[in-house]
């Protein structure tokens, strides 16, 4: 065989090799939209912000903002099912908290299945009895859950975690508590997997919810991702506006949080409106994130 082809012939092996690997490092890179959103429980007690007014206008941003995972807060089975039949990609994991069936508020995941194979997925309460549904414990005016899965990425092939809970907006005792069970619950369950946690946490950062959850001298803690975010914060800081036309506070109660080999490209308040209503009273917070 001449010289020449061989090096021809090698010339094209190479180059279909560095192809090869700039395809699979860029498919490693496809980040993932995540978005945690209270969606406030359907109560015609809200009247015009009531959630058949709501409804479409919360289904919109999740496709507009193409969220591969919404952590949802206050769902109730209705609600879940109105959002499904608007997102006919998606599918819903999590349970009532009142029963760990269909009563009550939910917890759940809202999950892309063209992108996300779900592995596995849990629920269990924010109580000193984690696995008995209904329980409730401290000074929780309310029953609180936490709903986990455990998902493959198709595109980039990783596994991670994503937690996903609601604090108890009366207790203090009962939100600290929570914060602990959390932590050590995340570790028991995902180890040293990579995490992602969504939730109303009824706490700004200065609370001792959040100071337990981001305490760095703590092995277990987490991150929020608007501290990593390469590109500065979107949006307003608070997440809670009760309906009005601002923002409660300048703080949020409503957070990503992230632990282990996860770069933060993007971090946002979504805080649009439709002729001043809202899809909710509490503005969804998005992240753009790599696995890595």
């Known amino acids: ?146 709903t986990w899965a455990k998902f493959r990425d198709r595109v980039t092939k990783k596994t991670f975690f994503h937690f996903n809970t609601h604090f108890d907006h009366i207790g203090k005792i009962a939100r600290r508590e929570s914060a602990k069970l959390l932590l050590q619950k995340i570790h028991d369950i995902a180890g040293t997997t990579t995490i992602i946690v969504t939730g109303d946490f009824n706490a700004t950062p200065q609370d001792e919810p959040i100071q337990v959850i981001t305490d760095v001298n703590n092995p277990l803690h987490l991150t929020d991702t608007k501290a990593l975010s390469q590109l500065p914060h979107y949006g307003p800081h608070g997440t809670f506006s009760a309906f009005g036309p601002y923002e409660r506070t300048n703080e949020p109660i409503d957070y990503i949080f992230i632990k282990k080999g996860i770069k933060v490209l993007q971090h946002a308040t979504l805080s649009q409106n439709w002729g001043g209503r809202y899809s909710s009273d509490h503005y969804p917070v998005f992240a753009r994130l790599v696995v890595q």
Do not use: C
Request: glycine share 4%.
């Open 1 to 146: 065989m001449p010289a020449n082809f061989k090096t021809l012939v090698m010339r094209k092996i190479i180059f279909v090799v560095l192809l090869l690997i700039i395809f699979t490092s860029s498919q490693a890179q496809q980040p993932l939209n995540v978005m945690t959103f209270n969606i406030r429980y359907n109560t015609p007690n809200d009247s015009l912000n009531a959630w058949p007014y709501r409804k479409d206008k919360a289904a919109s941003q999740i496709l507009f903002h193409e969220a591969h995972m919404v952590g949802l807060q206050e769902a109730l089975i209705g609600q879940i099912n109105d959002l499904l039949e608007r997102l006919p990609k998606y599918k819903s994991i999590g349970v009532g908290r009142d029963d760990g069936k269909e009563k009550g508020e939910f917890s759940s995941i809202l999950y892309d299945t063209t992108r996300l194979q779900l592995l596995q997925t849990q629920t269990f309460w924010l109580s000193e009895q984690p696995t008995v549904a209904g329980s409730k414990s401290w000074d929780a005016a309310i029953t609180r859950i936490v």
